[in-house]
């Protein structure tokens, strides 16, 4: 998957045929010769795609795309983006890594925002429907002792299946002479 930060915000392009056909993409741009201009985009992929600088075309499966002073544009691997291009790609590389989170979580947000009112109802659904949230936090409220509508040996017993979190109900009292005997 291609990431390109453009003016539209975050394009996500699927192959890397897509890239190729660009204009004024190279796979072999010289390192000691061309100056970056800024980091276009990022790519991840299964397969293994030669590094775009003349001096290494290593397959690698994830980079960034990136354009140079003279409008080239090609394929850098971070380990070979800062080999060759120091501290300037690092840098770079940085700013566009915090401008695709910003833009997602933008993107993330603004979904969020639409799908809200749905979400809101069917919210106010799940407390209001038969043996729904409320009809539940009502016989909860029961079991753990703020309503007297069940006796306090019982709710005892519940708070403490609670804390020890078996579920087993222990209520304890005083053995018969029955018991006792037996």
């Known amino acids: 998957m291609i990431t390109l930060n453009s003016e539209r915000g975050l394009v996500r392009i699927a192959t890397w045929d897509d890239i190729e056909s660009v204009p004024g993409f ?32 290593q397959p690698h499966g994830n980079g960034f795309l990136v354009v140079a002073a003279d409008g080239r544009a090609t394929n850098i691997g971070r380990i070979c983006g800062k080999k060759h291009f120091d501290v300037e790609f690092t840098q770079m590389s940085r700013v566009f890594l915090a401008a695709v989170r910003a833009q997602q979580n933008r993107e993330f947000l ?22 729904g949230a409320a009809w ?44 006792r005997e037996e």
Request: charged content about 25%.
């Open 136 to 179: 539940i936090n009502t016989r909860v409220s029961q079991l753990t002792g703020k309503s007297t509508a069940l006796p306090t040996p019982l709710i005892n017993a519940v708070r403490q299946a609670v804390r020890r979190g078996d579920g087993i109900l222990i209520i304890e009292r005083a053995a018969t002479k029955q018991e």
């Open 110 to 131: 603004g979904e969020l925002k639409n799908r809200l009112p749905g979400i809101t109802t069917e919210v106010a659904t799940i407390r209001t429907e038969r043996h």
């Open 26 to 57: 190279t796979a072999d741009i010289d390192p000691k010769t061309v100056k970056l201009k800024e980091i276009i985009g990022s790519y991840t992929f299964d397969a293994l795609i030669p590094c775009g600088l003349s001096t290494c075309h």
